[in-house]
């Protein structure tokens, strides 16, 4: 009785381990800040992401998003860039650039937070000592 209960423990444990690993090496990460009223909308990322998929007929991306990063429900999302050749990861990552600036650029100056775009690809090894949650567009 005690062995199937020690199974049952570990296969708990080790299911959503398993459920979320990352299997991208190197992610584009979105930073979504607040001044005083909470981020502003992912929207148009999300709709960027989902364009460029079915524009170059890509699988979906994998992406995370990592909550919690400040009081007033700062976030960030990971997007997995493994998928895409060279050129494609150029384009992809221009194509961001200009979305955030464009948001940026159309914020409210003393309600809306910025949306932040980290210059360097982070890797697997540091996605790994964050607390992520694997979501679908």
């Keep these: 009785m005690k062995q199937v209960l020690k199974l ?22 979105v930073g979504y800040s607040s001044i005083c009223c909470g981020p502003p909308s992912e929207k148009p990322i999300t709709d960027f992401v989902k364009n460029f998929e079915e524009e170059n007929k890509l699988k979906p991306f994998e992406i995370f998003i990592e909550g919690g990063l400040g009081k007033e429900g700062e976030y960030a999302f990971h997007v997995g860039t493994d998928n895409l050749d060279v050129k494609l990861l150029e384009s992809f990552w221009n194509g ?42």
């Design 96 to 137: 961001i650039k200009v979305v955030v600036s464009n948001q940026n650029k159309q914020r409210s100056e003393h309600h809306d937070g910025y949306v932040n775009l980290d210059d360097k690809l982070t890797t697997n090894s540091t996605m790994k000592s964050k607390k992520l949650q694997l979501i679908k567009l």
């Design 8 to 29: 049952i423990i570990i296969v708990l444990i080790c299911i959503p381990v398993f459920a979320h690993s990352q299997t991208n090496n190197n992610y584009i990460t």
